[in-house]
């Protein structure tokens, strides 16, 4: 039998206030990612759900228990995060600020990430030429040219169309699929949860509410009736951690 | 070239309008200039006499000039240490709740009040010019600062922790991040904060209406003590000269200088 291989992070009983005078977030959540395991955060607005992420990936400190996270991480932000004066090529080879390969290489696998997303040819273009979901590749580039282990992700759809939203999740999926990497999405749509995610947690009242298991074939459907029925499932643990 | 199509841009929130070259030049520095000019003929009865321009008018220009470099050089030192501040203040809350009180009354401050000890304490040392140059200066730190400021509540907070995400050092974040995205609001503070610079190099000029007496501080060379002096002597003739010589260079550094970088600026805001 194959020795089961570390969690690629783990929360061990994190508290998490912004500042001691704020009330605090985050009580005693604990939980792991198993390695190439794909996991959603969902729940109420105010809920802590981007605090999990800017905990994993060290931008906050827990003010009790720890986060262990080994992994080389990357994220990708809600609005793309695009610095406006640079354009898309520049944009991504900003992911190599910690550990550069030198301007050759960097601009091949530059090129490379952004054509893998389908954008090759808008490399030169400002982001404010972009479309919304045009921005959103560009983020999700940036983030996979450091071949990161652990891809996390901030409401990477919240600002798009039904239908583009609807390809990008379909790209998501594909680098799940393709990649050696490790997903955390937070996502304020329990259909989207659903369609990508093996396990979807519902975080509220500062705390884990509940877990669903998603043990559907890939690639899903959102009309699915086992979809479907995971989906009401979630919205009802929601709706009670939101009492 | 005179019907190519630009874009005339105000610093004044995001305004752009279509016009013309022509149309730019005509609204940007001939209409500015003769009202200007119409109203001051008008007011002192005075036409330009041009025998005494000529003579005049290789002065005015030098004037013009050293209080262009005065005025430069003021802001120069706001810039270095106005931005510094900005950041500094912004670096933590703890550090915006002690200094921001500071900044904010040293902004109030009628800096005119403070004239006769400035100039006091730089006739003292034997350098008077460092009191205009530091009478500019402090007007138009504040606008930078608090512009900086302002800026830096600007930038997106996804942008800022994309910065750390991608390991960015403090410095790089500063220069690759912080300082692109200051520039839209910093150039606004530097229209604003030279054109403020320009009141104070009329009055800061003058030494000799707010020195003490005894002081024997003489008035500096310069396009403002030449207005004022004008003025007091009644030569309209000089005065309107001088004036007209001071809206064409503010209306040609507004079309040639703040229009093109208001133009690049528009690259570097979020949307």
Not at chain 1, 183 to 194: G, N, P, T
Not at chain 2, 35 to 42: N, T
Not at chain 2, 44 to 72: D, E, F
Not at chain 2, 215 to 242: E, K, Q, R, Y
Request: no cysteine; charged share 15%.
């Amino acid at each position: 039998m194959e020795p089961s291989r570390p969690p690629i992070l783990s929360f061990n009983d994190v508290s998490f206030a912004y500042d001691r005078s704020l009330p605090t977030v985050l009580h005693d959540v604990s939980f792991s990612l198993k390695p190439r395991s794909f996991t959603a955060i969902v729940g109420p607005s105010g809920g802590g759900k981007s605090t999990l992420l800017r905990l994993a990936i060290g931008l906050d400190r827990p003010t009790r228990g720890t986060v262990v996270n080994a992994a080389r991480t990357r994220m990708v932000f809600q609005s793309g995060a695009l610095l406006p004066w640079l354009t898309a090529l520049e944009n991504v080879k900003l992911a190599f600020a910690d550990q550069p390969k030198g301007e050759a290489a960097e601009n091949r696998e530059a090129h490379a990430a952004l054509a893998e997303l389908g954008i090759r040819e808008f490399a030169d273009a400002y982001p404010r030429n972009l479309s919304g979901g045009q921005r959103q590749r560009v983020g999700i580039a940036r983030a996979l040219v450091a071949a990161p282990e652990l891809m996390l992700l901030d409401e990477p759809f919240s600002a798009l169309d039904t239908e583009t939203t609807a390809r990008l999740v379909e790209e998501v999926e594909r680098l799940y699929r393709e990649k050696n990497m490790t997903f955390l999405m937070v996502s304020h749509s329990i259909e989207d949860a659903v369609i990508l995610a093996d396990e979807i947690l519902v975080v509220g009242n500062g705390g884990i509410a509940g877990t669903v298991a998603v043990e559907i074939p890939r690639p899903r459907r959102r009309d699915d009736p086992m979809a479907l029925r995971l989906a009401a499932h979630a919205k009802d643990l929601i709706g009670r951690a939101s009492h | 070239m005179a019907l190519k199509r630009v874009h005339y841009y105000s610093h004044h929130g995001r305004h752009k309008h279509p016009t013309t070259v022509l149309h730019r030049f005509a609204t940007g520095i001939v209409l500015p200039v003769a009202l200007v000019m119409a109203a001051g003929a008008i007011v002192t009865t005075a036409w330009l006499a041009p025998a005494t321009y000529t003579v005049q008018a290789g002065t005015l220009v030098a004037a013009l000039g050293a209080s262009m470099l005065r005025l430069l050089a003021a802001y120069a030192l706001a810039l270095l240490i106005g931005v510094p501040l900005g950041l500094l203040a912004e670096r933590s809350r703890r550090f915006e709740s002690v200094l921001l009180p500071i900044y904010d009354v040293m902004e109030s401050l009628p800096v005119l009040a403070f004239f006769p000890i400035i100039i006091l304490f730089f006739l003292d040392s034997g350098l008077l010019e460092g009191a205009a140059v530091f009478m500019i200066f402090f007007t138009i730190l504040w606008t930078i600062s608090f512009s900086t400021i302002g800026g830096i509540h600007q930038i997106p907070e996804d942008v800022r922790s994309a910065g750390r995400v991608f390991g960015l050092s403090a410095w790089r974040r500063l220069t690759r991040i912080t300082l692109p995205a200051l520039f839209p609001p910093l150039l606004t503070a530097s229209i604003l904060g030279i054109a403020d610079g320009w009141n104070i190099v009329i009055v800061a000029e003058t030494l000799h209406a707010y020195a003490p007496v005894n002081s024997h501080a003489a008035d500096l060379f310069g396009i403002g003590s030449i207005l004022v002096n004008a003025s007091t002597n009644g030569n309209n003739a000089l005065l309107l000269s001088a004036m007209g010589l001071l809206v064409v260079t503010i209306a040609i550094v507004n079309l040639f200088v703040w229009q093109p970088l208001l133009a690049r600026a528009e690259r570097f805001k979020f949307e």
